[in-house]
């Protein structure tokens, strides 16, 4: 249960992320909102692993170092910091400014498709059977559902946008095989690994300020908030949340995460701006849970049964 309540606060989080890109496009640059949000996640993860200073104990018993001493587990979370932060974040917000958020939420619907193509074929942490197959091609056709494209004519946007958004999702699925292969089994706790995974990008975002960061901005306080959100919520406590599932559930488990953003976007848009809500939501709402459910093999395709018959 604490994994489902995760999943789903991380859903929530991440699904509102393309709302606030889009808000504070108004004021600032795509460079600075991918520049400021992992800064600001990386403070906040920062100051939680600064106080809590988690431990993993040791095989012995005795409690092993906050942070890891290897060498090749930097260089780990330096490949990490790039997949996981720096170029997608980068792309969906260079992305947004050609695509509409809802077309982009689309594209991050793919992640769990990418995520099975890097985990099985090119890091080998898995196995899929058909039924865990069909699951991704079920969840992906309950967001098509949701976000009801054959009615939205805001679904467009130029052909370099959607294949930056393919680049994100490419990142992604890299980043959940790559965590999986090299670091998800170290004694690294969960808010240790998620500050280092942001707090590696935010170093090579410092290296990188004066060509992503320095240009003027317009601000005003729900810009400051969407910034503070993408930053504080978006890229700190869910990065833990993110890590805690991926241990529970797996590459492919956590990565369907992405079939709940829109349904978070379809929401926020009946909630707050006042959209009016039709019968595909629903309907793609439990799609998008039956998806989850075969993606992560906690429901079963029914076998066909082969009756054996007597021949004289």
Excluded at 63 to 72: A, D, K, N, T, W
Excluded at 119 to 141: D, S
Excluded at 255 to 264: C, G, R
Excluded at 269 to 295: C, D, K, N, Q, Y
């Amino acid at each position: 249960m604490s994994a489902w309540v995760q999943f789903l606060a991380m859903g929530t989080v991440w699904g509102a992320s393309f709302l606030f890109m889009k808000v504070a496009l108004e004021g600032v640059s795509f460079g600075q909102i991918a520049w400021s949000r992992t800064l600001l996640g990386a403070l906040a993860l920062g100051a939680i692993v600064l106080v809590t200073r988690p431990r993993v104990p040791r095989a012995d018993g005795t409690p092993g170092p906050v942070l890891p001493r290897e060498r090749v587990v930097w260089l780990h979370f330096l490949v990490v910091s790039l997949t996981t932060c720096v170029i997608p974040y980068l792309a969906f917000a260079w992305a947004e400014q050609y695509v509409s958020s809802s077309l982009a939420s689309i594209y991050n619907a793919t992640t769990p498709i990418m995520t099975a193509i890097m985990a099985t074929l090119v890091f080998r942490v898995e196995r899929l059977g058909l039924g865990r197959w069909v699951g991704v091609g079920v969840g992906i056709l309950g967001v098509l559902v949701i976000i009801g494209p054959w009615q939205y004519q805001a679904l467009t946007g130029s052909l370099a946008g959607q294949l930056a958004c393919l680049v994100a999702t490419l990142c992604y699925g890299f980043t959940f095989g790559y965590q999986r292969r090299f670091l998800s089994h170290r004694p690294i706790a969960p808010a240790t690994f998620a500050f280092l995974s942001i707090g590696v990008s935010a170093v090579v975002m410092l290296a990188l300020t004066p060509w992503v960061a320095l240009s003027p901005v317009d601000l005003d306080w729900i810009i400051v908030g969407s910034l503070l959100a993408l930053g504080l919520l978006g890229t700190g406590l869910a990065y833990i949340w993110n890590i805690n599932v991926l241990r529970a559930w797996g590459p492919t488990g956590v990565s369907t995460v992405t079939y709940v953003t829109p349904v978070v976007g379809v929401a926020l848009g009946v909630i707050l701006l006042g959209e009016r809500f039709s019968w595909h939501e629903p309907v793609g709402a439990v799609l998008v849970l039956l998806g989850i459910l075969l993606a992560q093999g906690r429901l079963r395709m029914p076998r066909r049964r082969v009756v054996a018959s007597d021949t004289a």
